[in-house]
């Protein structure tokens, strides 16, 4: 399952985006609202939703100032969420969200909706940076 967030502008050069998200407390600022829980453990954080299990998300992957990955710490079910930046000027970064899993069909079909409105949510509050 593939799930591509907007591309959205942020008034950020791509390096203070890059720093600010590889300092994984930062997160906590871009999660919905409704966020039961947020705890960061080293290299990796784990967070809450109603309705949702605890999910623990790890830093993957970094390329400095274009990309980050985050990987789920499980492997029952594999995915990654990452971020692109891509800096248009001094002070102004096109950042884009994707979303890609390995779900069977009946899971995927339950989660797709949930999941899109999640990256809906963390590139909402990304702009608001």
């Not at 829980?37 to 274009?66: Q, Y």
């Not at 980050?68 to 884009?96: H, M, Q, R």
């Not at 890609?100 to 608001?128: A, C, D, W």
Request: avoid cysteine; proline fraction near 5%; aromatic fraction near 10%.
């Amino acid at each position: 399952m593939h799930i591509n967030g907007n591309t959205v502008v942020v008034e950020k050069s791509a390096k203070e985006l890059f720093t600010f998200f590889t300092d994984l407390k930062n997160f906590e600022g871009i999660m919905p609202e409704n966020i039961q829980k947020f705890e960061v453990d080293g290299a990796s954080f784990i967070f809450g939703l109603p309705g949702m299990p605890e999910i623990r998300l790890v830093l993957k992957e970094k390329t400095e100032f274009s990309n980050i990955t985050l990987g789920a710490a499980s492997s029952k079910l594999p995915f990654t969420l990452a971020a692109d930046f891509n800096e248009v000027s001094e002070n102004k970064t096109e950042i884009k969200l994707d979303f890609n899993g390995e779900f069977n069909p009946m899971m995927s079909m339950m989660i797709k909706k949930p999941l899109t409105k999640f990256v809906e949510t963390l590139t909402e509050n990304i702009e608001k940076l």
